[in-house]
Nanobody, 115 residues
Framework: VQLQASGGGLVQEGESLRLSCVTSISTFRNYPMDWYRQAPGKQRELVASITTGGSRKYADFVKGRFTISRDNAKSTVYLQMDSLKPEDTAVYLC??????????WGQGTLVTVSS
């Protein structure tokens, strides 16, 4: 299984980015999906989750600024990031959620926010 995140880049504080994560999960629609991030020297942390039915949860530090969505026909999960802050700088990765455990991690996509 492959998890290919893209859409990162260098932006100014307050700007927006939209990340995509294309997966090769054949039964994508049957699984919840998560976005994580890992900043340099820090542990990976959960950013947002979306269930099979479209319910969403967010970490407090992105609530109101980030929006997770999914397209089951494309086996893709998205992360719309608005009002970006320098502390959002990290590698962003997606993975399968729920009790089945994570899949092999992809390389992620780097987001850098300058002040």
């Amino acid at each position: 299984v492959q998890l290919q995140a893209s859409g990162g880049g260098l932006v100014q504080e307050g700007e927006s980015l939209r990340l995509s994560c294309v997966t090769s999960i054949s039964t994508f629609r049957n699984y919840p999906m998560d976005w994580y991030r890992q900043a340099p020297g820090k542990q990976r942390e959960l950013v947002a989750s979306i269930t099979t039915g479209g319910s969403r949860k967010y970490a407090d530090f992105v609530k109101g600024r980030f929006t997770i969505s999914r397209d089951n026909a494309k086996s893709t999960v998205y992360l719309q990031m608005d009002s970006l802050k320098p502390e959002d700088t990290a590698v962003y990765l997606c993975n399968r959620g729920g009790p089945w455990g994570t899949l092999s991690w992809g390389q992620g996509t780097l987001v850098t926010v300058s002040s």
